[in-house]
């Protein structure tokens, strides 16, 4: 069974940073290819960035390319995004998510909000 955590999560000033983390309990996690999503009030979710089991590949969404970083650790079980630059539109609640090629298993999100 796979679980994954989100924290990381808060209140800051445009153009700060924040750290989010997402940890998954279950043991297949480094066959996984693990995501962060993000939604807004009255807004679809919307895919932020992903990367590959084994770090080879990452993606990003282009309103972050170049502003936010993914890595991973497989040692801890841990997903990373770091968000540099944020904006006022980046406030959403951002969810980790991971699957065997396409995301089936999700967390329940940690909310960013971005000030101006």
């Known amino acids: 069974q796979v679980q994954l955590v989100e924290s990381g999560g808060g209140l800051v000033q445009a153009g700060g940073s924040l750290r989010l983390s997402c940890e998954n309990s279950?043991?297949?996690?480094?066959?996984?290819?693990m995501g962060w999503f993000r939604q807004a009030p009255g807004k679809e979710r919307e895919f932020v960035s992903g990367?590959?089991?084994?770090?080879?590949?990452?993606y990003y969404g282009d309103s972050v390319k170049g502003r936010f970083t993914i890595s991973r650790d497989n040692a801890k079980n841990t997903v990373y995004l770091q968000m540099n630059s944020l904006k006022p539109e980046d406030t959403a609640v951002y969810y980790c998510?991971?699957?065997?090629?396409?995301?089936?298993?999700w967390g329940q999100g940690t909310q960013v909000i971005v000030s101006s």
């Open positions: 998510a991971a699957g065997p090629g396409q995301y089936v298993y």
């Open positions: 279950g043991r297949t996690f480094s066959s996984y290819a």
């Open positions: 990367i590959e089991g084994d770090s080879s590949t990452t």
